[in-house]
């Protein structure tokens, strides 16, 4: 079994495995270290990742880029038009989804966004298990904090479509945070004040900054800002906007109205940025760019950082907001790490030092610290792997709030609520607790879409509560109890539901809650059933007929609650704690009023991720583009065996075969090599696997009893030999 930890970049995705007792990353078929977030369609077959790159320039039409930007969002989306300044292929509406209308096959095709983004996993997924000589199932990938739940679900969904068993999605910045947590032997133990470390990751479209607070073993996420429109494609096209202006003027072309001059010069600008980026200057080169002018320019790095002012003067605004989140100053940052490629522009550095007002720490590798913590955070989760535990405790990005229809006999009953706050740890449960004589309805969503990325729908999901009734006995509410998680992935479900009743319970009496009035008011009774979390019941305090939250420190063991009261004298909502009047006996007891938990409530749920019909149906038709990928690429393979073959047999015709042939053999197999040779260069060109492999055996067969011959030679020739050496 493989541990693989997956950076899925905007531009670039980063590969880690856990092998040989450490983190490794994997380089790919050409040797590179991180692979193009690209995939391309053809007429015969896809190009995913490296290939798709090769292809690009002539296939623009056909390459999709951007996926990361792309998944989970909806066509209307205004986010989407601005991804398609930055996506050569036409984005269509796909059932409200953004997908990508390409030529494959010769005839026109949609993906949806989740699709595209499967086709890169499915490819990492095939170069991971080249690389490490085992199948590749478990993964951890990466996704930015501002991912929403329909995103993080069309990620879930596209893995899975791949053939991949996802084990966590985990926000960029608390990847690189484990990473490094994981690797330092020197945190500060329990009872030390933590070391907190600002990580500060900017990639090509992406900023995030993340306070993070270390102790021994753990690490916990304080805050997280990002700024979702700020990378390194944003300096980029401020260098290209300036070129496209000065090539207008200097010679007389506007390179925006062709999308192939565009793209060469946004590649050529990159590379001049990452020359800047060490040098003072850099000079551009394209030949025949457009009506055949060949053009130069040169930036220097003055002019480089007066065209991205506007965006260099936004650096500090993440900055600020993670600290404020984290309740910090900047003085109480004890380091601040930097990774991303983009943020090796000397300018950001150096605004991102002066906010800090201390120098940065670059003990990460910038490229891929990401891909390793998601690999370390998968070696974790993994049954198979033995790694050092170490807790990792995010926060949640946005607020979430239930609605549900008033319930007809609860007059005074609220009809929303928020249940998870924004910074509420991640993953976290909640028990919410409604009372309930019919079947009822609940939905999920963010609360305040303004926050979202762009117009993202706010709705997250519906659940609909079954098998509720009134209780056989009285004809009154049953006490339904509901588990709301927002889960590893980052994602809410309800995830179970079950209804209680209230009953009498003799119990202990501990010694420290002796000192209590008469009446307890305040009763924690531990939870026995699977979740670890405690729930609280008040009585007379609870101000009557609201439902409420009832907020909790921190940690994954206490619970903010709900309470929904329907009646201010209900003795459904009143838990006496009385003490027992025989004050002889021992251990002393108290009868106390408990919810015991009666059975289960069926819950269905419906969300923005695929069901189960639609995944089956997208994983047969991912699995089946992957054999006709393999089928072309076998017959490309068997094509050059046996194009290489003629060559070969021919040269060893007139050299270690020229003694085994007769002149009339040789004169056969010549003519018929020069006949295989015309052919594969005709209509041989494109035939089957299956002829390429005929060919190839209809000239070894001719070839045989030469071969034998030499063979048979080479052989006596080698036992003579040894013969002579064991006398
Ligand atoms: P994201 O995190 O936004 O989804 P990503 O993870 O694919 O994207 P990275 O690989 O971290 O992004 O960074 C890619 C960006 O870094 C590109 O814009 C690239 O041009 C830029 N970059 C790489 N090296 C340098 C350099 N030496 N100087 C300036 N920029 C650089
Ligand atoms: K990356
Ligand atoms: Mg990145």
Redesign the pocket.
Known sequence: MSVVGV?F??????VAVARNRGVDVITNEVSNR?TP?LVGFGPKCRYLGEAAKTQEISNLKNTVSSL?RLAGRSFKDPDVQIEQQFVSAPLVDINGQVGAEVSYLGKKERFTATQLVAMLLSKIKQTTANEIKLPVSDIVMSV?AWYTDVQRRALIDAAEIAGLKLLRLIN?TTAAALGYGITKLDLPAADEKPRRVAFV??????YACSIVEYKKGELAIKGTACDRHF???N??KAIVDHLQKEFIGKYKIDISTNPKAMTRVAAAT?KL??I???NQQAPLNIESLMNDIDVRAMITRQEFEAMVEPLLSRVHIPLEQALADAKLTKDDIDVVEI????S??PAIKDRVQAFFGKPLSFTLN??EA?ARGCAFSCAILSPVFKVRDFAVQDIISYPIEFAWEKAPDIPDEDTSLVVFNKGNIMPSTKILTFYRKQPFDLEARYCKPEDLPGKTNPWIGRFSVKGVKPTAAQDDFMICKLKARVNIHGVLNVESGYYVEDQEVEEEIKDDEEKKDGDVSVYKSPFVESSPSIEHFESSSIPAKRPRLDPQPSGEASRFHFYDVPDENSRLTTIKAMDTDNKDEKPKTRKVKKQVRKGELPISAGHTGLDVDAKNSLTEKEASMVMEDKLVADTEEKKNELETYIYELRNKLDDQYAEFASDEEKAKIRSKLDASEDWLYDEGDDATKAIYIAKMEELRALAGPVVQRHFEKVEAERQALQAKLEQ
């Open positions: 950076d970049g905007t531009l670039n995705t980063v991180a977030s990361k930015p960029d990751d900017i990639g090509h479209s992406d990378g390194g494609r300096f980029d990159e940025k990452k800047l980026s060490a990774v991303g490629g983009g090796r522009v910038q490229d990401v």
